[in-house]
């Protein structure tokens, strides 16, 4: 589950690695199609808005294989040496995500500069526009599918990948325009400007896909929203005090809850466990590929503690 979004609360853990899986398989070959296209249209083009649309493509596929070993390993059950799972290396994955798509920005600047400043002709541009209505459709389904794949497993490096797709998408959208105006209205100006705007927008995409990674490796807080959920479902059983040190993070498309429930003092062993292990049930029908950790307390035992005890921060 992707600790920032608090997505994938729907499927259990096998029907959710199998989904990561297909994604990845998915992309990877989507990738490989994408490119072969782009490489013969801008062979019989020269359009740098094609190029830009390529590099992306090239781009992509190298962050899609990334992501299908990263995906496999993740998935890997804990072990003696990893006893909380080997999910980091999802965010891993997106890290080097975010390394490429910087690095293809960065290049598309200087191409777009370059030609802005030595302009060169496009031609056969309506093969090249059919080339990316092809790559339009392919990508639609591709998004389509990773979407339902996030959703359901809150999968951080699937929505890394479907970050890029949906990028190429109103690239590709761009490009079929720039080539139109320059073809046909001789705006030899539009194919690198748009490149341009392509390469800005991919920059943000890195960003954002750094954002998230370096959330998850820093064992970020999951959203308020989740966490309310998670006090709401404690909160709502009868013998239930109160509730405190809610700790959560993530790794990869596992989560980690931990928390103290604050019960009747007098109350026996026996019956403070059994309401542990109903309250983690019901975290866990929100939350099916959580670990929770809960730890009784007897009612206001902090307010009794030394004022120089070690105590948790709430």
Not at 66 to 77: D, E
Not at 107 to 124: C, K, T
């Amino acid at each position: 589950m992707n600790g920032q979004n608090g997505k994938g609360a729907h499927v259990g853990r096998a029907r959710a690695e199998r989904l990561m899986r297909l994604a990845t398989y998915a992309s990877v070959t989507t990738a490989a199609l994408l490119i072969a296209a782009k490489i013969a249209a801008l062979a019989m083009s020269g359009s740098l808005a094609m190029l830009s649309s390529l590099i992306d493509s090239g781009l992509d596929a190298m962050a899609s294989v990334v992501n299908l070993f990263a995906v496999r390993h993740a998935l890997q059950p804990a072990d003696q040496e990893h006893r909380f799972g080997h999910g980091k290396a999802e965010a891993l994955a997106a890290l080097g995500q975010a390394a490429f798509i910087a690095g293809s920005a960065v290049f598309l600047i200087y191409a777009a500069i370059d030609r802005l400043i030595s302009p060169s002709a496009v031609h056969n541009g309506p093969l090249a526009i059919g080339v990316m209505a092809m790559s339009i459709v392919l990508t639609m389904v591709l998004v389509l599918f990773q979407h339902y794949v996030v959703k359901r497993t809150g999968s951080l490096a699937i929505s890394a990948d479907q970050l890029h797709y949906k990028s190429d998408l109103l690239a590709n959208i761009g490009v079929i325009a720039a080539i139109a105006a320059t073809v046909w209205l001789g705006w030899w100006w539009a194919d690198p400007l748009f490149a341009g705007v392509v390469a800005l927008y991919i920059l943000y995409s890195a960003v954002q896909i750094f954002k998230g990674a370096y959330d998850n490796l820093m064992d970020r807080e999951l959203p308020d929203e989740q966490r309310d959920l998670i006090r709401d479902i404690v909160l709502r059983h009868p013998d239930v005090r109160a509730m405190h040190d809610l700790r959560t993070r993530a790794s990869g498309s596992d989560i980690f809850i931990q928390l103290h429930l604050e019960l009747d003092g007098n109350m026996k062993l026996y019956r403070a466990h059994v309401i542990a292990d109903t309250v983690e049930a019901e975290i866990l029908q929100q939350f099916p590929n959580a670990e929770v950790i809960i730890h009784q307390d007897p009612a206001g035992v902090e307010q009794e503690l030394p004022a120089h005890a070690d105590r948790h921060v709430r």
